[in-house]
Antibody, heavy 124, light 107 residues
Framework: QVQLVQSGSELKKPGASVKVSCKAS????????MNWVRQAPGQGLEWMGW????????TYAQGFTGRFVFSLDTSVSTAYLQISSLKAEDTAVYYC?????????????????WGQGTLVTVSS | DIQMTQSPSSLSASVGDRVTITCRAS??????LAWYQQKPGKVPKLLIY???TLQSGVPSRFSGSGSGTDFTLTISSLQPEDVATYYC?????????FGPGTKVDIK
């Protein structure tokens, strides 16, 4: 079945970096876009942006430029989120989630499925 | 950018009640709207897409309606397992936005 499996929880100190992986299975990886969604403790869902799995081109939502990098390794159907210069406010669960990308309209669509989430805790 | 709002922010209802959640877009988005359910401590789950199409496997007590700027998610008969936060999401471009969520619990 279609599945996204993320790497495990991380505990990092402020200023460090973290790289979260998201391995896809059950479908052709390059036929769908991969998105990242953040959920801070007790807060709602926040779309961070997406990466075109055909071209590797990332698009970052407002507020997620500079320290956030999306990347791919298509040989192992895996997407990555790297966050550098970590701050306490980066403490959150990070989800990867698949969407379809319509090349004709330029639209993404709904998120399905989702990875199980990766908790990143930033604390000294 | 298009902003999404939801009302109410939380509600408490009895088992068997009809529950309606509203999502509003700051500009028209046709029917490019999805709804998700997130139970406490769990991964969000797609309920509805294209404003009114029920995702496979989702109970028929869930329904969605609306177009343009105003949308509703209805639970026809609230069940204990429906305790969750519900989010709308617009997708009428390559910029995706969630609503702030509506928390539903049992009275």
């Amino acid at each position: 079945q279609v599945q996204l499996v993320q790497s495990g929880s991380e505990l990092k100190k402020p200023g460090a970096s973290v790289k979260v992986s998201c391995k896809a299975s059950g479908y052709t990886f390059t036929s769908y876009a991969m998105n990242w969604v953040r959920q801070a403790p007790g807060q709602g869902l926040e779309w961070m942006g997406w990466i075109n799995t055909n071209t590797g081109n990332p698009t970052y939502a407002q507020g997620f430029t500079g320290r956030f990098v999306f990347s791919l390794d298509t040989s192992v159907s895996t997407a990555y989120l790297q966050i550098s210069s970590l701050k306490a406010e980066d403490t959150a669960v990070y989800y990867c989630a698949r969407t379809y990308y319509d090349i004709l309209t330029g639209y993404l669509n709904w998120f399905d499925p989702w990875g199980q989430g990766t908790l990143v805790t930033v604390s000294s | 950018d298009i902003q999404m709002t939801q009302s109410p922010s939380s509600l408490s209802a009895s088992v068997g009640d009809r529950v309606t959640i509203t999502c509003r877009a700051s500009q028209g988005i046709s029917n490019y709207l999805a709804w998700y359910q997130q139970k406490p401590g769990k991964v969000p789950k797609l309920l509805i897409y294209a404003a009114s199409t029920l995702q496979s496997g989702v109970p028929s007590r869930f329904s969605g309606s609306g177009s343009g700027t105003d949308f509703t998610l209805t639970i026809s008969s609230l069940q204990p397992e429906d305790v969750a936060t519900y989010y709308c999401q617009k997708y009428n471009s390559a910029l995706l936005t969630f609503g702030p969520g509506t928390k539903v619990d049992i009275k």
